[in-house]
């Protein structure tokens, strides 16, 4: 577990998808973030994003990595206390040396290219994968501004012609 969560209760994946709440039984525009249930004392809120996209695949789209169970948990502020009075559910996998990967949500198409905050443009993705994704973009990033440079430089150098 990551120092910076106090957790509570684990649970299948099971016992929390069975509770997501279905918007086909709900008024439209309905926010489904108010649907809350009991989980051993702690009223959760069942509507959130990332459950619908787990529930899709509990499998990272770039590893091998499965989330095979959620922890109840809130996050730690700098001195330790829970920064917020509610809990909420994250999906973990366990890599052979038993080390826990928290699984997140990732954009297929990004949100700088247009990608929408929507449950099909969204899949499952491990942690260090999700990171590793973002440095090489960040390094993409990088790149085609050196790039952009360097062109500018050499037109300004007048060697490139056309
Ligand atoms: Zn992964």
Redesign the pocket.
């Known amino acids: 577990m990551a120092n910076n969560f106090l957790r509570k209760e684990t649970y299948t994946p099971e016992e929390i998808f069975k509770n997501l709440p279905n918007p086909a039984d709900y008024p439209k525009n309905f926010n489904l973030k108010k649907v809350k249930v009991d989980y051993d004392g702690d009223l959760m809120k069942m509507g959130s994003q990332r459950y619908y996209v787990f529930r899709k695949s509990l499998k ?6 499965v989330g095979i169970y959620f922890a109840k948990e809130t996050h730690l502020n700098k001195q330790g206390e829970p920064a917020n009075p509610s809990f909420h559910f994250n999906l973990y996998a366990v890599d052979p040396d038993g080390t826990e990967v928290l699984m997140t949500k990732d954009h297929v198409l990004a949100r700088s290219k247009g990608g929408a905050n929507s449950l099909k443009n969204y899949v499952t ?2 942690e ?3 990171s590793y994704k973002r440095s090489m973009d960040e390094e993409k990033a990088k790149e085609l501004a050196e790039e952009r440079q360097r062109a500018g430089i050499l037109l300004k150098l007048g060697k490139v012609h056309g």
Request: glycine fraction near 0%; aromatic fraction near 0%.
């Open positions: 990272c789209s770039h590893c091998e990595r993705m491990c260090p994968c999700n």
